[in-house]
């Protein structure tokens, strides 16, 4: 069998798919944190375009990608799913290993499938400008780029020890058009407030989401775009998996186990959801597996309660799994998964039993990236490494029950940018990170008063 397997542009999913039409339980609605009572679209028109509005309440089950946006998807999809032969015979496991292959995109990740969707809807209804935050820099990179592509401009608040551990993603945020600045910043009060309790704070992207609220909310032509999180961000993410359906097809396989790592959720949302609609809808048995840092575990050691999206307090109260919007995650390498809490939508399937997660030290998941690496030739993102540590704890146990399983698994982008997390890693300079229960709680509590009565 070939070991890429591609769809033809033509046969590109039309469609993005919305999870939210088949879950059995429907998350609890976001509240305002003034009133304690579920916000109305309206609260949301000074942040974003009526169309990803009505696209954050949808419960259609699919909704129609826009031709524009098909045409700028046209540079890099369909990716290529890839099997991982070799990986397979380094690991001696009956295990089939397959790999979609998201790091073809302009940004290197897979963050352009909604960052282009986001920019085509805001420039559509006359925005000038968006605003983000980025935590690794593959977000505010792909942001940088769709913007470029439809033409507005664009500001980039990116987490400062990531700012400073990743430059080269400064630049290539820079080449696409765009304003770069290391959050915490003095340009807005929420950074301007964490710099005075702590002026070598190294940010967070509850820090880096509150700078670029206050920005956009604080100019009628400015809207925010996020990366991750909200509903509308995972639909888009969805390609993913509807064109790993089709490439399945023609390899005549279907997977057992999805595995995908999750920060705030859009990674493992887009490769997970499409194949959870067999589970929710025929009855099939997949499943799915959200990998997360050791060093920021919301999934695995966080609580299923009400808070902010930022650090500041300026997002609605999202129903979540948390560590708390205060907590300051460590400065670990993969920056685009320390962050405090889980989109709605993952939450909700995690508190049903319909997914499951994992947490993974960063050691174990750089060894594992070196291993991928040096067998599949391609260097992942630290943050795909934790997705490829599970996958080979999972083929190890495959190989354990002596049967075959077919894992299918998210690379979600390349470590090209990241060379100086390896490096650290080869020198030793890398170490893991084990939080207190102390530690775990501290935030929480403080959450107590925003809860419903």
Same mark, same amino acid.
């Given at each position: 069998?070939?070991?890429?397997?591609?769809?033809?542009?033509?046969?590109?999913?039309?469609?993005?798919?919305?999870?939210?039409?088949?879950?059995?339980?429907?998350?609890?609605? +976001?509240?305002?944190?003034?009133?304690?009572?579920?916000? !109305? +679209?309206?609260?949301?028109?000074?942040? /974003? $375009?009526?169309?990803?509005?009505?696209?954050?309440?949808?419960?259609?089950?699919?909704?129609?990608?826009?031709? %524009?946006?098909?045409?700028?998807?046209?540079?890099?999809?369909?990716?290529?799913?890839?099997?991982?032969?070799?990986?397979?015979?380094?690991?001696?496991?009956?295990?089939?290993?397959?790999?979609?292959?998201?790091?073809?995109?302009?940004?290197?990740?897979?963050? +352009?499938?909604?960052?282009?969707?986001?920019?085509?809807?805001?420039?559509? %209804?006359?925005?000038?400008?968006?605003?983000?935050?980025? &935590?690794?820099?593959?977000?505010?990179?792909?942001?940088?780029?769709?913007? !470029?592509?439809? &033409?507005?401009?664009?500001?980039?608040?990116?987490?400062?020890?990531?700012?400073?551990?990743?430059?080269?993603?400064?630049?290539?945020?820079?080449? /696409?058009?765009?304003?770069?600045?290391?959050? $915490?910043?003095?340009?807005?009060?929420?950074?301007?407030?964490?710099?005075?309790?702590?002026?070598?704070?190294?940010?967070?992207?509850?820090? #880096?989401?509150?700078?670029?609220?206050?920005?956009?909310?604080?100019?009628?032509?400015?809207?925010?775009?996020?990366?991750? =999180?909200?509903?509308?961000?995972?639909?888009?993410?969805?390609?993913?998996?509807?064109? *790993?359906?089709?490439?399945?097809?023609?390899?005549?396989? /279907?997977?057992?186990?999805?595995?995908?790592?999750?920060?705030?959720?859009?990674?493992?949302?887009?490769?997970? /959801? +499409?194949?959870?609609?067999?589970?929710?809808?025929?009855?099939?048995?997949?499943?799915?597996?959200?990998?997360?840092?050791?060093? *920021?575990?919301?999934?695995?050691?966080?609580?299923?309660?009400?808070?902010? @999206?930022?650090?500041?307090?300026?997002?609605?109260?999202?129903?979540?799994?948390?560590?708390?919007?205060?907590?300051?995650?460590?400065?670990?390498?993969?920056?685009?998964?320390?962050?405090? @809490? #889980?989109?709605?939508?993952?939450?909700?399937?995690?508190?049903?039993?319909?997914?499951?997660?994992?947490?993974?030290?960063?050691? %174990?998941?750089?060894?594992?990236?070196?291993?991928?690496?040096?067998?599949?030739?391609?260097?992942?993102?630290?943050?795909?490494?934790?997705?490829?540590?599970? =996958?080979?704890?999972?083929?190890?146990?495959?190989?354990?029950?002596?049967?075959?399983?077919?894992?299918?698994?998210?690379? *979600?982008?390349?470590?090209?940018?990241?060379?100086?997390?390896?490096?650290?890693?080869?020198?030793?300079?890398?170490?893991?990170?084990?939080?207190?229960?102390?530690?775990?709680?501290?935030?929480?509590? %403080?959450?107590?008063?925003?809860?419903?009565?």
């Amino acid at each position: 069998m070939d070991k890429k397997i591609y769809i033809p542009e033509s046969e590109t999913p039309k469609q993005w798919y919305n999870i939210l039409a088949d879950m059995p339980n429907k998350p609890m609605p +976001p509240l305002h944190p003034a009133t304690k009572q579920p916000i !109305n +679209p309206a609260d949301l028109a000074p942040l /974003f $375009p009526e169309a990803l509005i009505k696209q954050e309440i949808s419960t259609e089950q699919f909704i129609d990608i826009p031709e %524009e946006v098909l045409d700028i998807y046209k540079l890099w999809r369909p990716t290529p799913l890839i099997r991982a032969y070799n990986l397979e015979k380094a690991l001696d496991t009956p295990a089939k290993i397959y790999y979609k292959y998201e790091g073809v995109s302009p940004s290197g990740s897979h963050k +352009p499938n909604t960052a282009v969707a986001q920019a085509y809807y805001n420039k559509k %209804e006359g925005v000038r400008k968006l605003t983000t935050e980025t &935590g690794a820099g593959q977000w505010g990179t792909a942001l940088s780029f769709a913007c !470029n592509k439809v &033409g507005l401009e664009c500001d980039v608040y990116m987490v400062k020890v990531s700012y400073d551990q990743k430059p080269y993603r400064k630049v290539i945020m820079k080449t /696409f058009g765009a304003n770069v600045y290391a959050s $915490p910043t003095d340009r807005t009060q929420a950074g301007r407030n964490i710099l005075e309790k702590d002026p070598s704070n190294p940010g967070s992207l509850g820090i #880096a989401i509150s700078e670029a609220i206050e920005i956009a909310a604080s100019d009628q032509h400015t809207k925010y775009a996020l990366g991750s =999180v909200l509903n509308h961000v995972l639909l888009h993410q969805t390609i993913i998996g509807e064109e *790993c359906i089709k490439q399945l097809e023609l390899a005549g396989d /279907f997977p057992d186990i999805v595995i995908a790592p999750l920060g705030g959720g859009s990674n493992f949302a887009g490769i997970s /959801f +499409p194949f959870l609609r067999y589970n929710l809808t025929e009855g099939k048995k997949i499943r799915c597996i959200a990998a997360e840092p050791a060093s *920021c575990p919301k999934l695995t050691k966080g609580k299923f309660m009400y808070d902010f @999206g930022d650090t500041a307090g300026y997002t609605p109260l999202l129903p979540m799994f948390t560590l708390g919007h205060n907590f300051m995650p460590a400065s670990i390498h993969a920056g685009g998964l320390r962050y405090h @809490g #889980a989109s709605v939508l993952c939450s909700q399937l995690l508190k049903d039993g319909l997914i499951e997660a994992v947490a993974l030290q960063q050691t %174990e998941c750089f060894r594992a990236g070196l291993l991928f690496a040096r067998t599949e030739g391609i260097l992942p993102a630290p943050e795909a490494t934790h997705a490829v540590a599970q =996958v080979i704890r999972e083929a190890q146990a495959a190989k354990e029950e002596g049967r075959s399983k077919t894992i299918l698994f998210n690379l *979600c982008g390349h470590g090209y940018f990241d060379l100086q997390a390896y490096n650290d890693f080869l020198e030793g300079k890398i170490t893991d990170h084990y939080l207190t229960d102390e530690e775990l709680q501290r935030n929480l509590v %403080e959450l107590e008063k925003f809860q419903p009565a």
